[in-house]
């Protein structure tokens, strides 16, 4: 916008002086120089207004509440980089202002965001006014440029479609019929367990790594949920140094391409949020080469597999021998629905693959990081781990989900873990129109963090205890906290997640497998939050365990 004003103002005064002061008239390649000169100082002169001069003296929200230590370009930029999580400093500004329900905050250049510090306010963005917000560009870039054309950067109508076709494959009645696969997987974790404590050197406990054993296990289970292919992940767990494989030799894979892009180091962490404001990817690192191959290659994979997957189910349909399944997977339900008459029907090859990569994405995050954070609440608060398996201990040998769903302290012990290790960071929006809160009016294009933890760790919703883990509080909510706005983990309203029933029940039927037959001793060394990500994601979290005995 700032371009084509200044562009419009540059045109209009060299028709002036080319026409009315200049005497005689300049030539064109004169007017051509002026113009240059003209358009760079005032472009200079109006982002550095922007930047230094209008958020500090000129901007309705300077009244704002919100850090003061900002850097003179950066803001609060540089300071989120080195927090020490990604929602830290949040948390942070809000128990500094606790009855502000808005903090502003400057960002990279200044720009001003706006962050909500109520229950009241998260009702009126993610429900009253769902759609006066639509997400911020920076965000839609980062998103797109790892997950491609999916849900997560689609807006407005074409938003609206896609998530009431996406509805069917996610709803209750068909996430049930992944029991088996959740069963199985939960299974094949205890014997990784196993597998680990055979590796220790006293073979009596054994040590895991809680991220990388839980992402390689719900990312096996949305394999088969959303591709319909078990990728045995899981499987290929190793814990000695001859059975582990060299990178650098590895047949370059799904899983390698996926680990490169979800599961970046600091510098490609770095490189991806900072290519959200700038354009970073031109930047001659390794990173940039190994993020940028192994986006190409896993698109690629992916839309042959859509390809191939079309081509069986069309040649099926014209020998009149395709039978549609109930328990189809996303990749099959996409197809189907794409064929005239489909709910789907016109679908893009690339929104399909982008709706691939990013449930893949999405749906395998939440589960295992809240299965990490629940491993950790565990170690350090035996009492807890020791109620759970208590009620554990009245369920069959092989128990129904639903028996699972319905223990009480279970069920509060995983919402705790969520309310204090919320697994996505937050969403990340900008006011499509005008819009009105608390009195204080935002025109169109302000930025709004709406950060998840926020509510969740407020110790005016909360309580004073709101650091401690205690499952039991969930059995006497009162006030704010009995609001479902205060409890974020899987947003709210029109746009809450999609997969949430299904990272429920990973989650239940994974945990009681694990407290079932172990019990977690202790964390075995001091772990870090990756930061800068868009998730709460514990890195180098090692627990040491026992099995119990029978």
């Excluded at 094949?188 to 006293?202: L, Q, S």
């Excluded at 205690?470 to 709210?492: C, H, I, K, N, V």
Aim: aromatic content about 10%.
């Amino acid at each position: 916008m700032d371009l084509l004003k200044c562009s419009a103002l540059t045109s209009l005064e060299v028709f002036v002086i080319a026409r009315v002061v200049a005497r005689p008239r300049i030539d064109w390649l004169a007017g051509i120089q002026t113009g240059y000169i003209l358009f760079v100082i005032q472009y200079l002169l109006l982002k550095s207004y922007r930047v230094f001069l209008y958020p500090k003296y000129f901007s309705p929200f300077r009244q704002l509440p919100g850090p003061t230590d900002n850097h003179f370009f950066f803001g609060q930029f540089l300071n989120l980089l080195k927090a020490e999580t990604p929602a830290s400093l949040y948390i942070k500004w809000i128990r500094e202002h606790p009855d502000a329900p808005l903090i502003r905050y400057l960002s990279f250049a200044n720009t001003e965001i706006i962050v909500p510090n109520s229950v009241e306010l998260y009702k009126e963005i993610l429900q009253t006014q769902c759609y006066s917000f639509q997400k911020a560009s920076s965000w839609r870039r980062m998103m797109k440029e790892i997950s491609g054309e999916g849900i997560v950067v689609m807006e407005s109508d074409k938003h609206r479609k896609h998530r009431k076709m996406l509805n069917g494959p996610f709803s209750l009645t068909k996430v049930r019929k992944l029991e088996p696969v959740c069963k199985s997987k939960a299974v094949e974790v205890t014997h990784v367990f196993d597998r680990a404590i055979k590796a220790d050197k006293n073979g009596s406990t054994g040590v895991i790594d809680c991220t990388d054993c839980f992402s390689r296990t719900t990312l096996d289970i949305m394999g088969i949920a959303i591709l319909g292919i078990d990728l045995g992940f899981l499987e290929s767990t190793a814990f000695d140094a001859s059975s582990k494989t060299d990178d650098k030799d590895a047949e370059f894979s799904f899983h390698k391409a996926y680990h490169i892009i979800f599961a970046q180091g600091r510098l490609g962490q770095i490189i991806l949020f900072l290519n959200a404001f700038v354009p970073t990817r031109w930047l001659p690192l390794r990173a940039n080469r190994e993020f940028l191959f192994a986006a190409s290659w896993l698109e690629k994979y992916l839309a042959e597999l859509v390809r191939k997957r079309r081509a069986e189910i069309t040649a099926s349909i014209a020998a009149g021998k395709y039978e549609s399944g109930d328990s189809r997977d996303l990749v099959t339900f996409l197809i189907e629905e794409s064929l005239p008459g489909g709910s789907a029907e016109g679908i893009k090859e690339i929104e399909i693959v982008g709706h691939l990569i990013q449930f893949m994405a999405a749906g395998h995050e939440t589960s295992a990081n809240a299965l990490s954070w629940s491993l950790y609440v565990m170690a350090e608060r035996p009492h807890i781990q020791s109620k759970l398996y208590d009620e554990l201990l009245g369920l069959d040998d092989d128990p129904v989900f639903i028996a699972i769903d319905k223990l009480p302290y279970l069920d509060n012990f995983i919402k705790e873990v969520l309310r204090l290790y919320s697994p996505a960071i937050g969403l990340f929006r900008e006011t499509a129109v005008d819009v009105t809160l608390e009195g204080v009016k935002f025109p169109k294009g302000t930025l709004f963090d709406i950060i998840t933890s926020v509510p969740m760790l407020n110790p005016l919703i909360w309580g004073s205890d709101v650091d401690d883990p205690d499952p039991t509080r969930w059995d006497r909510l009162s006030g704010d906290a009995a609001s479902p706005y205060a409890f974020e983990a899987f947003s709210q309203g029109p746009r809450i997640c999609i997969g949430r029933p299904l990272a429920l029940m990973e989650t239940k039927i994974i945990l009681a497998e694990i407290i079932r037959n172990f019990r977690i001793l202790k964390v075995e060394k001091e772990f870090t939050v990756e930061n800068p990500s868009p998730v709460m994601r514990p890195s180098g979290l090692e627990v040491c365990f026992e099995r119990i005995a029978p």
